[in-house]
């Protein structure tokens, strides 16, 4: 495997640290104006300069997010190199998320995410709806790398944080943002912050978001494939009776009553299919998808003295959840090669105690934290094929977590600068589920086959060690080790039932992390490199058992492999008017050992590494024009692209080809219109019309989704 791009990073930051002497000079100084903003983020369970964070993390502000256009995790995918987030076959809906080449590329409720997501630092198990969307979002950290000693569940592949903005004491304010623009588009959110007396403040918001598809169903039920049709709702209260102390609610309700993605019949790589506009006329009933997805966070902090306080984090979460897919209806006959169809609802409910503090003059910081967390699940699916017997199936699960971390930075006082951080997690993990299948024949004669049960516990120590040392005041260079740990679980899509009631064992990944921090030239560039490599183990890879019927998977600790690379984050400011990002990543993965049960002979050369490009790359420019009677015009324009990857561990011919999508938003800040700020944007997305897959899988033959034509619209938003 290559070793040319790791060699050179090495040299890199070596490089760097050698110089930074001579940059110590201009780190002394004072920035001047103009220089790049700083960025706090509270990765670390404290606000603390980005540039000080000893993580390889992506912060992405609410100017970030509002000037890319950056609406759900999907969009993600292009503004934060080793993020990939592809849609699930059977539900666009659903979201696979991988970062650093891990993450799960199936979804079921039995099966616990690789990369957590959280909202305000309650995590999200299930991750449809639109609870991040409705949100006043303050900020969103992207963590690469296994996140456990800080964080209720553990994670191997990283951990994506949204951050809102909590209401304000005191202020009235309002914000309204419309947008319309092709295929139908309309999108309205509206959020108002009313301050109640001196101690309370309440915010409301309402997101009504719409798009039609590009592919019209020629056939019958809805008019076309891949449709968006999506409410949300979101209350958030917040109570300040002292400074020392605040309590903060939030609920949310999101309404998704989208159509199903079409699926494209796809030819092998290198060959791609022509972007479709219609589907078959043979599709028959085509159904819209129903998910509603509700929470209910509850945060209260103390500062019970200046160097201590105390945290609760209480979360309530349920999710009802329908969903169908039409496979490649009319390529092989009028008939579908399948037709599924899955109804889900879960609950979770999860409690987070944190201690946060500093002793010894600050040269000591610390966070204690126990969790707990609770999750049941029903689910039933049918999977209905031409010329097969159908499969029905019913499963509950009931999954309960308990956990205590903690971690600890020591800043000796005799080498200034230089700080070591301990961290140690205990998980528990206890696992049940139920599986009740049905085999229905082409003439109706059903077989019920026996109930399936499985009751597993699992429990893992997972420990972090992080050595640093600030250079200057300007340059961070720190060394990291760090275990990730996920818990085992069950597959419902098992060829056997032994094999589902047996279920899968935990993973773990350790990972090695070298990076440099540093801003130069008084913060007009700043410079992030992290080199990693991984050491993966009992992977829980999940294998299509039957190539001609994607529903009967298989789930099994694969063995070990190895991933290596490392990421560049540059930002430039040569003026107030003129910044320039570009954010890179190269990642090398590959398995290692794979041992055949039959044979016992090592068959990792059979398997590939998914959804893990070798080369990710966004760039971008922003560029602000001199003020005008008529407001201060900006533009922004981003760039990304990526290099050909695999969708299928088991078969070399399912890859996604290299892409590249340029995007850019033409904007008037600051209109003199009565009163408030008005801000009128043109935004174009996929500028070129590129016509590229997102996923590639098989759907008993090889299908494909595609991403997106050319879009673009206006948008208009007003703030008070």
């Known amino acids: 495997m290559p070793r040319r791009p790791l060699v050179a990073c090495a040299s890199l930051l070596a490089l760097s640290l050698a110089a930074s002497p001579a940059i110590a000079q201009l780190a002394d100084e004072p920035p001047t104006d103009g220089g790049i903003a700083e960025i706090v983020v509270t990765a670390q369970k404290r606000a603390e300069p980005l540039q000080k964070t000893p993580i390889s993390i992506v912060a992405l502000t609410s100017d970030d997010i509002a000037r890319k256009g950056i609406f759900d995790l999907t969009d993600l995918r292009s503004n934060v190199p080793s993020l990939q987030v592809t849609p699930h076959p059977n539900s666009a809906t659903t979201a696979r998320v991988f970062l650093r080449g891990v993450g799960n590329n199936d979804d079921q409720i039995t099966v616990d995410p690789s990369v957590a997501i959280y909202l305000d630092g309650i995590y999200i198990a299930r991750g449809q709806g639109l609870a991040a969307e409705i949100a006043e979002i303050e900020r969103i950290e992207v963590l690469r790398g296994p996140q456990g000693s800080l964080y209720g569940r553990n994670a191997t592949g990283g951990a994506i944080n949204y951050i809102t903005r909590q209401p304000t004491l005191g202020e009235f304010h309002t914000r309204q943002t419309l947008a319309y623009g092709n295929y139908n588009q309309f999108r309205s959110r509206t959020s108002v912050n009313v301050p109640v007396g001196e101690t309370l403040a309440v915010e409301l918001a309402y997101l009504h978001s719409q798009k039609d598809g590009f592919v019209r169903n020629l056939g019958t039920g809805v008019t076309r494939f891949g449709d968006q049709r999506r409410n949300a709702y979101r209350a958030s209260v917040l109570w300040q009776p002292a400074p020392e102390f605040k309590l903060r609610y939030a609920y949310d309700r999101s309404d998704i009553g989208d159509t199903p993605a079409f699926m494209v019949s796809a030819p092998f790589y290198p060959l791609i299919a022509k972007r479709p506009t219609a589907g078959s006329s043979a599709v028959r009933g085509l159904l819209v998808n129903d998910v509603t997805a509700q929470g209910h966070g509850l945060t209260a902090e103390w500062e019970v003295s200046d160097e201590v306080t105390v945290k609760s984090l209480t979360g309530y979460r349920k999710l009802s959840n329908f969903t169908n897919q039409n496979y490649l209806t009319g390529v092989v006959g009028p008939f579908p090669v399948f037709l599924t169809a899955f109804d889900q609802d879960q609950r979770q409910w999860s409690e987070e105690l944190q201690l946060i503090g500093s002793a010894l003059d600050k040269r000591l910081e610390y966070t204690l934290g126990a969790y707990f967390f609770d999750e049941k699940a029903a689910s039933f699916d049918s999977s209905v094929s031409a010329g097969r017997p159908s499969t029905l199936r019913s499963a509950t699960v009931h999954n309960t977590a308990w956990a205590l971390y903690g971690q600890a930075t020591y800043r000796p006082a005799f080498i200034e600068g230089a700080y070591i951080t301990g961290g140690l997690r205990w998980s528990r993990d206890e696992r049940q589920a139920t599986l009740d299948q049905t085999s229905v024949a082409l003439n109706g004669t059903q077989t019920v086959r026996p109930q399936g049960r499985g009751d597993n516990n699992f429990s893992d120590y997972s420990p972090s060690v992080i050595v640093g040392y600030d250079v200057t005041r300007d340059v961070n260079a720190y060394a990291k080790w760090s275990r990730g740990y996920k818990t085992g679980g069950y597959n419902l899509r098992a060829s056997s039932l032994a094999s589902f009631t047996k279920g899968y064992g935990p993973e773990r990944l350790d990972s090695f992390e070298v990076g ?205």
């Open 516 to 720: 440099l921090k540093s801003s130069w030239l008084n913060n007009r560039l700043r410079a992030n490199i992290a080199v990693f490599r991984a050491n993966y183990r009992d992977i829980q890879v999940n294998i299509q058992s039957d190539p001609l019927n994607p529903a009967v998977t298989d789930i099994f600790n694969a063995g070990q492999a190895r991933i290596q690379g490392f990421e560049l984050d540059l930002t430039a400011k040569p003026s107030r008017a003129l910044t320039f990002t570009a954010n890179y990543a190269y990642l090398d993965a590959g398995y290692r050992r794979i041992i055949d049960q039959v044979t016992g002979a090592n068959i990792a050369a059979r398997f590939n590494f998914v959804e893990a490009p070798h080369h990710t790359l966004a760039v971008g420019a922003q560029w602000t024009l001199p003020e005008t009677p008529l407001g201060v015009p900006g533009v922004d324009v981003d760039y990304y692209m990526q290099s050909r990857k695999f969708s299928s561990t088991s078969d070399v011919r399912y890859i996604v080809g290299d892409y590249g999508l340029l995007n850019a938003r033409v904007s008037l800040s600051d209109i003199p219109v009565g009163v408030g700020r008005w801000r009128l944007s043109a935004y174009g997305r996929n500028l070129t019309d590129k016509q590229y897959y997102i996923a590639n899988f098989s759907a008993g033959l090889p299908a494909a989704f595609f991403g997106d034509p050319r879009s673009y619209g206006l948008e208009l938003s007003f703030e008070y």
